[in-house]
């Protein structure tokens, strides 16, 4: 794919993410992954009551099917690009009209979990909303200083006080 | 006093035999003990046992019925000394690995939750039943989805930038 192709692409990305949920107050890449009102621990540290549980879970049933299906219906999009990306006799437009496909199912998922996100919203606090976000965030950058502290002890080799290093310094 | 403690370590039975001795018999000494410091170090306990016994009976031909008696339990009573000194470093091995194997055994499957949780991750997914569980799952997957940050999911996985690629050519 040549730059051009690249720069639709990203051009259509945030054309999709815009016409897609335009929801500005939910932040998706904040927002936390997982069953976490079902969680007790989670539950107690958001002062979450039962009730808000039960009221979140019937928000994400009524998503549930339609989650489901649009996640399906993108990892098969994706499964015929990657094919396609990998077959050499690949036709051009057949595989500029694959990336379409699959940013527009992904835009799709985005928005039903955009959706559920906003409904699970107006179940919770404000301050228990910001709480949620906080702790994703402080979670998110243990991991990436875990990835990190990883990252480094890889390049520091396996010697200690850097005796040993893979550059072999 | 014969029990076998080990198939590899010497038995009770031959630390007496060679705390011991037959009289007139030479000491040989099995080849194990060269290796073994544990057997090692039982030997030279049943050795000094013996030697402190003799010390306190006295001469063996003026010992009465009740001084054979006596040389008899407090024999039995120092091999065991020794014994339960000699068991007691398994033991603590064991207890200690057992220990460790444990924590390992809580540590994986809290490190396999982790990806993708909240401030909970170190939440054991037993705290889920398994329906919440496939739905964790789904959410997840979702999440995973919708941001592009899976493995296959990223336009740069698909396409490096032209600088990677030929850094990877040039690799190749």
Known sequence: ?169 | MHEARSTTHLTDAQLFGLAIPAAGAPEALPSHLSDCLACSRALQEWKGAVRELAGEMGPIGARTPEAWAEAEDHTMRSIRRAGSVRRGTPLRWGVGIAASLLLIALAVPMRRSSPGAPSGAGIAASELSPEDQADDALLRDVARLARADETGGSWDSLVPEPGTASREEERL
Do not use: C
């Open chain 1, 1 to 169: 794919m040549r730059p051009t192709t690249m720069s639709r692409v990203r051009i259509f990305l945030v054309a999709a993410t815009l016409a897609g949920f335009a929801l500005p107050a939910v932040s998706q890449q904040g927002f936390p992954d997982g069953k976490w009102w079902k969680r007790p621990r989670l539950m107690a540290e958001l002062n979450l009551s039962s009730e808000q549980s039960r009221e979140i879970e019937k928000i994400f049933v009524h998503s549930r099917t339609r989650l489901i299906d649009l996640k399906a219906d993108l990892e098969k999009k994706q499964l015929a690009l990657q094919s396609s990306m990998e077959d050499r006799a690949a036709d051009r437009r057949t595989v500029e009209k694959e990336i379409e496909q699959v940013e527009n199912a992904r835009a799709e998922l985005q928005k039903a979990r955009a959706v559920m996100v906003l409904d699970i919203k107006q179940v919770l606090k404000p301050d228990q909303w910001e709480h949620l976000l906080q702790m994703q965030q402080e979670m998110k950058e243990r991991r990436m200083m875990a990835k990190e502290g990883r990252q480094n002890g890889y390049r520091q080799g396996p010697g200690r006080n850097g005796a040993r290093t893979p550059r072999g310094e």
